[in-house]
């Protein structure tokens, strides 16, 4: 996929269609303004890096490492679910051969991310048997509730059309799709594992201070630990992943990632316009190797039954592991930190 200048001013457009909706004029301005400069000294304005990022990132690695690819060949297609809102769309990354019934992925992608931001993530998942189906870019103005029901609609899908087992579906999701992947899961079930990558509690449903203690599959969060000084726009202090280990069930496993910020394990973080949230100063590659081989693993451990991952190197990032003592005692060990 190439991005040109005709796309680009295209979204521009849609974007200004919907704001024009919904917002007066002084602050439809002030928010058009913030999208088309969001960040001019981006180098790579409109451009697009190689796209098979899961190749770059595998040199240098030793061989099985669950950041690179699987042993699986991997076919990936762009499909609208049938009988659904046509905006309801889908990147199905599967195996050529896949084990029937297989194992499932929805990865619900950020507020304004495109799929293939975490095209690396699903070919390695799909590359190690998972069916996995990654909800499109959707509306600046699409609701937490909106987002969440989309995830179980792709979950049915994957079940009903592609015949997965329905015991075994993992969720995902980035920013606000980390977000309502918790809430997906919370609310209607269905789904055995959670992967939450930097999750924004940020909107008019709390996850945080809403159906989060009672979260039943396992919960992976991984974190940016220097995300919160960018813009508020991507997870500020007050909602991001520290307030969801908060109030986390017992078991939560939080992984912090030294030094990142809240774009830096996407595919492709200096995109034009990602400059808003880029406030990390530890590598981008390592990074998203980081988080993408604690999510395979965490998938690979609930929903295939392997090991769990040992602990990883102190130099990139940190873990822990939610115990069972109130929220307040939490709080009091955070300030005293």
Not at 76 to 95: C, F, G, I, T, W
Not at 110 to 132: H, I
Not at 282 to 292: E, G
């Amino acid at each position: 996929m190439k991005y040109s200048h005709v796309s680009f001013l295209y979204l521009m457009y849609q974007i200004y269609s919907a704001v024009k909706r919904k917002y007066r004029p002084i602050s439809r301005t002030i928010l058009l303004t913030s999208l088309l400069l969001l960040d001019v000294s981006c180098s790579g304005f409109l451009k697009q890096l190689p796209l098979d990022m899961l190749a770059n990132d595998d040199r240098g690695l030793l061989n099985g490492d669950l950041a690179g690819p699987g042993l699986q060949r991997v076919d990936a297609v762009r499909l609208v679910l049938p009988n659904q809102d046509k905006s309801l769309e889908v990147m199905l990354y599967k195996p050529t051969r896949p084990k029937i019934p297989a194992p499932a992925i929805v990865f619900l992608p950020g507020r304004m991310a495109t799929d293939d931001q975490y095209a690396s993530y699903a070919w390695a998942l799909a590359s190690r048997g998972f069916v996995v189906a990654v909800r499109s870019w959707y509306s600046l103005f699409r609701s937490d509730l909106e987002l969440a029901h989309d995830a179980k609609v792709i979950a049915d899908w994957l079940v009903q059309v592609q015949g997965v087992n329905p015991k075994k579906i993992g969720i995902a999701g980035h920013s606000m799709g980390g977000k309502n992947a918790a809430l997906a899961a919370a609310k209607y079930g269905g789904f055995a594992s959670v992967v939450a990558i930097d999750p924004d509690d940020n909107g008019n449903v709390s996850v945080v201070h809403g159906l989060l203690a009672g979260l039943k599959p396992p919960l992976l969060l991984i974190g940016a630990e220097v995300g919160w000084r960018a813009s508020s726009l991507c997870a500020p202090l007050a909602t991001n992943y520290l307030r969801f280990f908060e109030r986390a069930p017992v078991g939560t496993v939080e992984l912090t990632l030294r030094d990142a910020d809240h774009v830096q394990m996407l595919d492709e973080p200096d995109r034009f316009g990602y400059g808003l949230c880029r406030s990390g100063t530890a590598d981008s590659r390592q990074v998203r190797i980081t988080a993408r081989r604690a999510t395979v693993g965490f998938f690979l451990q609930h929903l295939q039954g392997l090991p769990a991952l040992p602990k990883p190197n102190s130099r990139y990032a940190r873990i822990r592991v939610a115990k069972a003592y109130r929220v307040t005692e939490k709080l009091k060990a955070r300030n005293k930190a």
